[in-house]
């Protein structure tokens, strides 16, 4: 077996280094010596070493099965080797070369990847487990030592007109964390542009993000992508009209309900769809890269496997499900789909990202002439927390429209009359004339919190707890945040610190305003 020399490990631009990456750096690397399995270790390296990681090598040995096999294949040896005593040495040299054999085979394989791994600088760890092959790299991917798995769309056993292996699918499937599927074993990633595929989903965002780091560090051509079907649409109201009665025909008003489609839903999809590609533009130019968006419209899938061959793509990341997923499933179907046919790489994303609520919300959400005239009465002071408030609600509900009903409605489940919300809020509101709005934000949803961030603030001292917690919660009200992160309650612990020292400066931690206490919050 030979492997290519590693590529330089370096990114394309200096300034990358200085850029928080979202890229895993534990990699575990599937190996058995074919060409595409080469290709993922050296793509792995090139990845891997721009972000400082490190790399474990796996090969999986079916010592087992191949010990069963041959019990199995006794009864057909030829009658010289059936006598007992030649058959219980032809048993003892066949274990023996299976033992030593096969770890001596995967031996080889570890070697040559170390040597690779360390000429690019890299620590190199092995994994040899003996099992079934799929099987055991999904333990692997279970054990939380690695954040992704890179391997060969097809191995050693690939017959003639191939599209993926058994073993590449399985791991695929069932894998929880991210997966790098090489198809190309003669091409790198970087050699043509990175496409990302967006359905509005958490993952397909995730994704994103994944593809505009990868695109900064080789320098490469980042496209996005947002596929929606109208066709579907038709054949679907074509295949109604032809089996509902005259009778049936006018109780559903068919004819009212396909001119409704033709002109609401289909321009609907295509807003829907163009606004992901609006707020990926959006969080592109925020990390500096160029992003080149496309609406395509077909079967998803299909429009996208087009576009990869138009455009020569070295790579596509996607979510491995998407929008409409349920919590059970484990690849979404075009995933499914584009893992068997992508004429490139292929990075199925696990890792979620939500962008903030205010990019989705300008790309997405509108407001009627009613309700702009009704945020318009709440005291600007507060208008950004009501409006983001109000915003979170309409999203939560998938309207993409905010009408003065709405923002009744969500006032009526804040702060319903005659309980909840808070007594200042409500008698401003009522001196102010403002009306409802004002209300609302007296008990806009609170934002929710990171494992991380939750056990950030259990480690600070708890007299200042819960004046931190308020605080976090504030500034992600503030934001448009829907979670509090590690990051968010590292901020508020450093603002926390500097009140201390300003309140101490003056001579007291606590101040009061208005004849009641004003808590300053640190902590550590």
Same mark, same amino acid.
């Given at each position: 077996?030979?492997?290519?020399?590693?590529?330089?490990?370096?990114?394309?631009?200096?300034?990358?280094?200085?850029?928080?990456?979202?890229?895993?750096?534990?990699?575990?690397?599937?190996?058995?010596?074919?060409?595409?399995?080469?290709?993922?270790?050296?793509?792995?390296?090139?990845?891997?070493?721009?972000?400082?990681?490190?790399?474990?090598?796996?090969?999986?040995?079916?010592?087992?099965?191949?010990?069963?096999?041959?019990?199995?294949?006794?009864?057909?040896?030829?009658?010289?080797?059936?006598?007992?005593?030649?058959?219980?040495?032809?048993?003892?040299?066949?274990?023996?070369?299976?033992?030593?054999?096969?770890?001596?085979?995967?031996?080889?394989?570890?070697?040559?990847?170390?040597?690779?791994?360390?000429?690019?600088?890299?620590?190199?760890?092995?994994?040899?487990?003996?099992?079934?092959?799929?099987?055991?790299?999904?333990?692997?991917?279970?054990?939380?030592?690695?954040?992704?798995?890179?391997?060969? *769309?097809? @191995?050693? /056993?690939?017959?003639?007109?191939?599209?993926? =292996? %058994?073993?590449?699918?399985?791991? !695929?499937? #069932?894998?929880?964390?991210?997966?790098?599927?090489?198809?190309?074993?003669?091409? *790198?990633? @970087?050699? /043509?542009?990175?496409?990302?595929?967006?359905? =509005? %989903?958490?993952?397909?965002?995730? !994704?994103? #993000?994944?593809?505009?780091?990868?695109?900064?560090?080789?320098?490469?051509?980042?496209?996005?992508?947002?596929?929606?079907?109208?066709?579907?649409?038709?054949?679907?109201?074509?295949?109604?009209?032809?089996?509902?009665?005259?009778?049936?025909?006018?109780?559903?008003?068919?004819?009212?309900?396909?001119?409704?489609?033709?002109?609401?839903?289909?321009?609907?999809?295509?807003?829907?769809?163009?606004?992901?590609?609006?707020?990926?533009?959006?969080?592109?130019?925020?990390?500096?890269?160029?992003?080149?968006?496309?609406?395509?419209?077909?079967?998803?899938?299909?429009?996208?496997?087009?576009?990869?061959?138009?455009?020569?793509?070295?790579?596509?990341?996607?979510?491995?499900?998407?929008?409409?997923?349920?919590?059970?499933?484990?690849?979404?179907?075009?995933?499914?789909?584009?893992?068997?046919?992508?004429?490139?790489?292929?990075?199925?994303?696990?890792?979620?990202?939500?962008?903030?609520?205010?990019?989705?919300?300008?790309?997405?959400?509108?407001?009627?002439?009613?309700?702009?005239?009704?945020?318009?009465?709440?005291?600007?002071?507060?208008?950004?927390?009501?409006?983001?408030?109000?915003?979170?609600?309409?999203?939560?509900?998938?309207?993409?429209?905010?009408?003065?009903?709405?923002?009744?409605?969500?006032?009526?489940?804040?702060?319903?009359?005659?309980?909840?919300?808070?007594?200042?809020?409500?008698?401003?509101?009522?001196?102010?004339?403002?009306?409802?709005?004002?209300?609302?934000?007296?008990?806009?949803?609170?934002?929710?919190?990171?494992?991380?961030?939750?056990?950030?603030?259990?480690?600070?001292?708890?007299?200042?707890?819960?004046?931190?917690?308020?605080?976090?919660?504030?500034?992600?009200?503030?934001?448009?945040?829907?979670?509090?992160?590690?990051?968010?309650?590292?901020?508020?612990?450093?603002?926390?610190?500097?009140?201390?020292?300003?309140?101490?400066?003056?001579?007291?931690?606590?101040?009061?305003?208005?004849?009641?206490?004003?808590?300053?919050?640190?902590?550590?």
């Amino acid at each position: 077996m030979t492997l290519a020399p590693a590529p330089p490990t370096s990114v394309a631009d200096p300034a990358v280094e200085q850029t928080a990456s979202c890229l895993p750096k534990r990699f575990l690397v599937a190996l058995d010596a074919s060409d595409h399995a080469n290709r993922a270790l050296m793509e792995a390296i090139k990845l891997c070493g721009s972000v400082g990681g490190a790399i474990t090598g796996i090969h999986v040995y079916a010592a087992k099965l191949h010990d069963r096999r041959f019990r199995q294949m006794e009864g057909g040896l030829p009658d010289r080797y059936r006598e007992e005593k030649t058959l219980e040495s032809q048993r003892e040299i066949h274990d023996d070369l299976i033992t030593r054999g096969l770890n001596i085979v995967s031996d080889s394989y570890h070697d040559h990847a170390g040597r690779v791994c360390a000429e690019a600088g890299l620590p190199y760890g092995r994994r040899s487990p003996e099992g079934k092959n799929y099987r055991r790299i999904v333990e692997a991917a279970e054990s939380g030592e690695f954040d992704l798995i890179a391997l060969g *769309a097809l @191995g050693l /056993g690939a017959a003639p007109g191939s599209a993926i =292996g %058994s073993v590449c699918e399985r791991v !695929a499937r #069932r894998s929880p964390i991210d997966v790098l599927v090489v198809r190309e074993p003669d091409r *790198a990633i @970087g050699a /043509g542009p990175i496409v990302v595929g967006l359905d =509005g %989903s958490p993952r397909s965002f995730g !994704a994103l #993000r994944t593809a505009l780091d990868i695109g900064r560090r080789l320098g490469a051509e980042v496209h996005a992508v947002a596929a929606f079907d109208p066709y579907y649409h038709y054949a679907a109201f074509n295949k109604i009209a032809g089996v509902l009665s005259d009778e049936a025909s006018r109780l559903f008003r068919f004819k009212e309900q396909e001119r409704l489609h033709e002109e609401l839903i289909d321009d609907g999809l295509a807003k829907i769809y163009q606004a992901h590609l609006d707020v990926a533009r959006t969080i592109a130019a925020e990390e500096g890269v160029a992003l080149v968006c496309t609406l395509l419209t077909g079967r998803a899938y299909r429009a996208i496997l087009e576009y990869l061959q138009r455009v020569g793509a070295s790579l596509l990341v996607i979510g491995k499900t998407g929008t409409h997923a349920d919590p059970g499933l484990d690849i979404g179907g075009n995933a499914e789909n584009l893992l068997r046919m992508a004429p490139c790489h292929v990075w199925l994303g696990q890792v979620p990202y939500s962008p903030a609520l205010d990019i989705v919300a300008e790309e997405t959400i509108g407001w009627s002439k009613e309700a702009e005239a009704k945020m318009e009465r709440v005291p600007e002071t507060a208008r950004k927390m009501v409006r983001m408030a109000i915003l979170r609600f309409a999203q939560q509900r998938g309207h993409t429209v905010v009408t003065a009903a709405l923002i009744d409605e969500a006032t009526e489940r804040f702060c319903p009359a005659g309980r909840g919300g808070s007594k200042a809020a409500g008698r401003m509101a009522h001196s102010e004339g403002v009306g409802d709005p004002a209300v609302a934000a007296c008990a806009a949803p609170e934002p929710g919190w990171s494992a991380a961030a939750l056990a950030r603030l259990a480690r600070v001292p708890e007299p200042v707890r819960p004046a931190l917690r308020r605080r976090a919660e504030a500034a992600a009200l503030e934001a448009g945040t829907a979670e509090i992160t590690l990051e968010a309650m590292e901020a508020a612990i450093a603002e926390g610190r500097l009140a201390m020292k300003q309140t101490m400066r003056s001579g007291g931690h606590r101040s009061r305003r208005g004849g009641k206490e004003r808590d300053h919050g640190a902590g550590g």
